[in-house]
């Protein structure tokens, strides 16, 4: 049982818009603390997508982009392209458990 | 280019213990906090522990805590991970990550990852 909860898969056609959930509570998201998203491949190392709830390290698309509000946060893809196809993590950092702390992951499949 | 390498994975029993190794390079590893975190079999992402810059502090998962210890020697630009009375539920792809953020201000994000070294937990 993740301290974040992720939904397990969503999926989209090629060229449209998902988005991707990561509820927490008063101890972490809803404490303030910032939210970060990454990409999973199997056989590669996980890929940072945006730090600091909505920031883009250089070399990832305008096409993802992140969102926080009270004790949840979201993840936009928009123009899905078939190399989309990923597990995606939300992180933060939980003041209870005095850790950092993930999602459960989501898989994302490209129609 | 930033790169780190883990390794020392492999296939040991239940009680036993293995050290993992994250070789970095490319940056200057004396200057950033290092974390491991690791993948069980068809589960999620799991933080094991971090340690400061300048090894002065460590902090671990309840999971591990006093069973597994976080070294780095930065002579070597090289983080550690001492894993004693292992566990088949420590069956993980383990990741070694460089923190660009503050742990102690609870900001800690990863903008590099190894690989991961595969521990299989086994008799």
């Known amino acids: 049982q993740s301290v974040l909860t992720q939904p397990p898969s969503v999926s989209g056609a090629p060229g449209q818009r998902v988005t991707i959930s990561c509820t927490g509570r008063s101890s972490n998201i809803g404490a303030g603390y910032d939210v970060h998203w990454y990409r999973l491949l199997p056989g590669t190392a996980p890929k940072l997508l945006i730090y600091g709830n909505s920031n883009r390290p250089s070399g990832v698309p305008d096409r993802f982009s992140g969102s926080k509000s009270g004790t949840s946060a979201s993840l936009a893809i928009t123009g899905l392209q078939a190399e989309d196809e990923a597990d995606y993590y939300c992180q933060s950092y939980d003041s209870s458990l005095s850790g950092v702390v993930f999602g459960g992951g989501t898989k994302l499949t490209v129609l | 280019q930033v790169q780190l390498v883990e390794s020392g994975g492999g296939v040991v029993q239940p009680g036993r213990s293995l050290r993992l190794s994250c070789a970095a390079s490319?940056?200057?590893?004396?200057?950033?906090?290092m974390h491991w975190v690791r993948q069980a079999p068809g589960k999620g992402l799991e933080w094991v522990a971090v340690?400061?810059?300048?090894?002065?502090?460590?902090y671990y998962a309840d999971s591990v805590k006093g069973r597994f210890t976080i070294s780095r020697d930065s002579s070597k630009n090289t983080l550690y991970l001492e894993m004693n009375s292992l566990r088949d539920e420590d069956t993980a792809v383990y990741y070694c990550?460089?923190?660009?953020?503050?742990?102690?201000?609870?900001?800690?994000?990863?903008?590099?990852w190894g690989q991961g070294t595969l521990v299989i937990v086994s008799s």
């Open positions: 490319g940056f200057t590893f004396s200057s950033y906090g």
């Open positions: 990550a460089r923190d660009l953020g503050h742990f102690e201000r609870g900001g800690s994000y990863f903008d590099y």
């Open positions: 340690i400061w810059y300048d090894g002065s502090n460590k």
